[in-house]
């Protein structure tokens, strides 16, 4: 069916047909352990067989496969450890079957118990991992919250800075007009009063010689 399946021109999607094949070898792993007769070999066996995927929240039920190996390892368990004890002697084939149905049975529940303990811890680190993401993320959040706004602030400073100095720089640049025209003024009526003492000077020379002319 697996093979049909494959060849199939509506076949699943790749991790679908990765499931199916990986639960289809470990039925034939399973049914190769079932054909040893140690009962070590048989736990060796299943301790080496892969289920399928593990649930990795508590509300994901566990898959058929998983429960299936959980059954034959604890059965496994129970025949290895009745076969260490000497319970599976002839004289006492009824009383062994039955220590070992109970004895399964208590190992049925303690894989049972063992697996929803370990799922559970897994649950408690994912909800644990998730509230710290979720811390990390609003820090995250008020840090870049938090730089916007000294940025929009860094902004506006530079922004009136700018308009200070354009201000500034019309200011000067008027002030340093004025000030070109008022040295322009300082310099013409300096130079019409040197003119103005100069001609002054002239004619009181020759008012001077005229008035009071060359000794002989």
């Known amino acids: 069916m697996l093979a049909a399946l494959k060849k199939s021109t509506s076949k699943p999607v790749p991790e679908a047909l990765t499931d199916y094949t990986r639960k289809v070898e470990f039925l034939k792993g399973l049914l190769e352990a079932e054909k040893l007769t140690s009962p070590t070999e048989k736990a060796l066996a299943n ?27 604890a059965r496994c368990t129970g025949e290895m450890r009745n076969e260490l ?24 529940r303690q894989s049972a118990t063992e697996l929803d303990t370990v799922l559970q811890h897994h649950h408690n680190i994912q909800e644990k991992l998730a509230e710290e993401m979720l811390s990390l993320a609003r820090n ?9 706004n000294v940025i929009k602030m860094d902004n506006q400073t530079l922004t009136q800075s700018m308009r200070m100095a354009d201000v500034n720089f019309e200011k000067l640049k008027t002030e340093s007009e004025r000030l070109e025209q008022h040295t322009k003024k300082s310099v013409n009526w300096l130079l019409w009063i040197m003119l103005i003492i100069v001609c002054f000077i002239f004619i009181s020379m020759i008012l001077f010689i005229r008035i009071f002319p060359r000794l002989r």
Not at 89 to 99: I, P, V
Not at 140 to 146: F, Q, R
């Open 85 to 108: 004890l000497g319970t599976t002697s002839n004289t006492g084939a009824g009383d062994a079957e039955l220590r070992n149905r109970r004895g399964t049975a208590l190992d049925e």
């Open 140 to 148: 995250l959040k008020n840090n870049s919250l938090a730089a916007q």
């Open 47 to 73: 301790q080496f067989l892969a289920p399928g995927r593990t649930p990795t929240t508590g509300n994901e039920r566990t898959s058929a496969s998983k429960t299936v190996h959980l059954q034959t390892k």
